[in-house]
C-alpha cells in the first residue's frame, strides 16, 4: 500500500508564482525525501528531513514536516517553466523489518512561461 | 562520471518470453533495487539487495527475479509469469540500505509487450 500520498494530483502555475507540494503519511517515519521526475526520465534526489527536524530549506525549496499530522509540504519559490515536472516525496517508515521507501503517486507540476 | 545505467532504453517482449533488463553503478553503493512505475503511478519495489550475494523480494516480486553476482550489477529478469509487464523501470542504488540515506536512480527502462 502506498505510505505517502501527494496532494494535489496536478497543480498549473504560471513563471515566478510559488507552488506548494502536500504529502501525507500513515505511519511514524524515520526520514521524509522529496524527488523529481522529469518525464520519462529517472528520479532526482531533492531534500531529505529527518523526523527530528520541522523544516529544511535547499536553494529555492523550503521543506516542512509535521509528525504530529504525519505530513510535510515541498514549497518551490519562484518558480521557472524548467520545474516542470513530477514531485514525489518518499518515506522510511520506524519498525520495517527492512530498509525500504515508499513513494506516493506524485504531484504532477506544470509551470507555464 | 559516475553513475547508474540501465539498458535497453526501450524493450519489446513478446508473450512467453523472458527479458533481462540490465543496470550497472560505478558509484560503490552496497544498496541496489527495482522499482516498476505504471502511468501515472508511484513506484512499486519489486527487489532490492543491500550487498552482494543477498536480495530481498519488494512489494511485487512475483514473475520477476534477480541476481547480485557483483556489487556493480543487478540486472532484472522479466519472466513470462509477469501478466502485465507493459511498464517503466527504474534501477537505483543507494550507499547502505540503512534509513536515511539518498536514493540515486538510473534513466529507466521502458518494457512493452507487444
Known amino acids: 500500500s502506498q505510505q505517502g500520498e501527494e496532494d494535489p494530483q496536478a497543480l498549473s502555475i504560471q513563471e515566478g508564482e510559488n507552488a506548494t507540494m502536500n504529502c501525507s503519511y500513515k505511519t511514524s517515519i524515520n526520514n521524509l525525501q522529496w524527488y523529481r521526475q522529469n518525464s520519462g526520465r529517472g528520479l532526482v534526489h531533492l531534500i531529505l528531513i529527518r523526523s527530528n527536524e520541522r523544516e529544511k530549506h535547499s536553494g529555492r525549496l523550503r521543506v516542512t514536516l509535521d509528525t504530529s499530522k504525519k505530513s510535510s509540504s515541498l514549497l518551490i519559490t519562484a518558480s521557472r517553466a524548467a520545474d516542470t515536472a513530477s514531485y514525489f516525496c518518499?518515506?522510511?517508515?520506524?519498525?520495517?523489518?527492512?530498509?525500504?521507501?515508499?513513494f506516493g503517486k506524485g504531484t504532477l507540476l506544470t509551470v507555464n512561461p | 562520471d559516475g553513475g547508474i545505467t540501465q539498458s535497453p532504453k526501450y524493450l519489446f517482449r513478446k508473450e512467453g518470453q523472458n527479458v533481462t533488463l540490465s543496470c550497472e553503478q560505478n558509484?560503490?553503493?552496497?544498496?541496489m533495487y527495482w522499482y516498476r512505475q505504471d502511468p501515472g503511478q508511484g513506484l512499486r519495489l519489486i527487489y532490492y539487495s543491500q550487498i552482494v550475494n543477498d536480495f530481498q523480494k519488494g512489494d511485487i516480486a512475483e514473475g520477476y527475479s534477480v541476481s547480485r553476482e557483483k556489487k556493480e550489477s543487478f540486472p532484472l529478469t522479466v519472466t513470462s509469469a509477469q501478466k502485465n509487464p507493459t511498464a517503466f523501470y527504474l534501477c537505483a542504488s543507494s550507499i547502505e540500505g540503512g534509513p536515511g540515506n539518498t536514493i540515486y536512480f538510473g534513466e529507466g527502462s521502458w518494457l512493452t509487450v507487444v
Open positions: 558509484l560503490n553503493h552496497d544498496a
Open positions: 518518499a518515506t522510511d517508515a520506524i519498525g520495517s523489518s527492512n530498509y525500504k521507501l515508499t
